[in-house]
């Protein structure tokens, strides 16, 4: 995949969180919510590194697919060995960077809201055993949801609408062109799309878009956005979803990196747990495994605040 620079995507998948009740809110400027906003921004930095090694191994490419396959550092037989060995040397670089416990003081995984989901083969969202399975579930390029399979996709996308668009093969100069344009605007504007989540969540005076004090959807860019994060938005986004050349590409690739972002923000700042009736509940659980964790009350038979007479919902009546 010849590129001027590859697209990128966020760390959540494509599916969006249910928003609509109150799960889990930090107050303002304590440790948890410090490490938070800290894990925010090492989860941006290792999805645009990794964005980069692709980038710098699809250099040697000759068509607009993938060539270069972050999930496991392969490339095809035959590749530019020198650029194969740095590829995989640049992967485990932007691995070591994610290190969710780097600023860790008093809070820990449950304290954060339990993001991530480290059973996607099991429906709703199961919680990590705690932050180093974390850290090893978004670094796994066997994670659906996770940036090293999500990139490789969203390239894959790039170069079908640029085929379509130019109606010329994978190889043609027209169509990675094509891909070039529209691969480096969507990164761009994924980046500022990034920007104005992490201002919008991290805001409690209601200044860049008031996320801090609740989980409502005001700093989702396929949410009803705030006015403020809505502005932010036309800055930092619109300009480069404009200059997209293959129409497929703004609006079914472009709609996809916003539904990513928008879903890793709400899993890492907004954590609800669709396994449950009510998102209130069950933020730090896994409701139905028979055993009380996190915020449940009971579960199952593990139901000592209420014998007997725990809701499906993992609360006492």
């Known amino acids: 995949m010849k590129l001027g620079r590859i697209a990128i995507c ?4 494509v599916v969006m969180f249910s928003m609509s009740a109150q799960a889990f809110v930090i107050t303002a400027k304590t440790d948890a919510q410090k490490h938070r906003k800290d894990i925010g921004k090492q989860l941006a930095k290792h999805t645009f590194c990794l964005a980069k090694a692709a980038l710098t191994c699809e250099k040697k490419g000759t068509t607009s697919d993938p060539e270069c396959d972050l ?15 740095k590829f995989v040397a640049a992967i485990s670089k932007c691995d070591t960077k994610f290190l969710p416990s780097k600023k860790q003081k008093t809070s820990d995984y449950d304290q954060i809201g339990c993001p991530g989901d480290c059973d996607s083969g099991s429906a709703g969202t ?3 055993t705690d932050l180093n399975a974390y850290e090893a579930n978004v670094e796994s390029g066997a994670n659906p949801a996770g940036a090293k399979v999500q990139i490789g996709a969203l390239g894959t996308l790039i170069s079908g609408q640029c085929q ?16 070039k344009n529209d691969a480096g605007r969507l990164n761009k504007a994924a980046k500022g799309l990034n920007k104005c989540i992490e201002l919008c969540e991290n805001d409690y005076k209601n200044k860049k878009g008031n996320g801090g004090p609740d989980d409502g959807d005001q700093c989702q860019a396929t949410g009803t956005p705030a ?29 996809l990196v916003d539904s990513a972002l928008d879903g890793a923000a709400a899993d890492l700042f907004n954590k609800n747990d669709p396994e449950t009736p009510d998102p209130d509940v069950n933020v730090c659980g896994t409701c139905g495994d028979g055993t009380r964790e996190g915020t449940e009350e009971c579960d199952g038979g593990d139901d000592a605040a209420c014998p007997g007479s725990c809701n499906a919902n ?3 009546p």
Do not use: E, W
Request: aromatic share 4%.
């Open 126 to 128: 199961q919680r990590c």
């Open 227 to 255: 006015a403020a994060f809505a502005t932010c938005l036309t800055k930092k986004r619109d300009k480069q979803i404009a200059k997209i050349l293959a129409p497929g590409n703004a609006s079914l690739v472009a709609g």
């Open 164 to 179: 379509a668009f130019t109606g010329l093969p994978a190889g043609s100069a027209a169509t990675i062109d094509c891909a």
């Open 314 to 316: 993992c609360t006492c």
């Open 10 to 13: 966020g760390l959540a998948g």
């Open 71 to 85: 999930t496991d550092g392969s490339t095809p037989v035959g590749y530019d060995a020198k650029a194969a060995a």
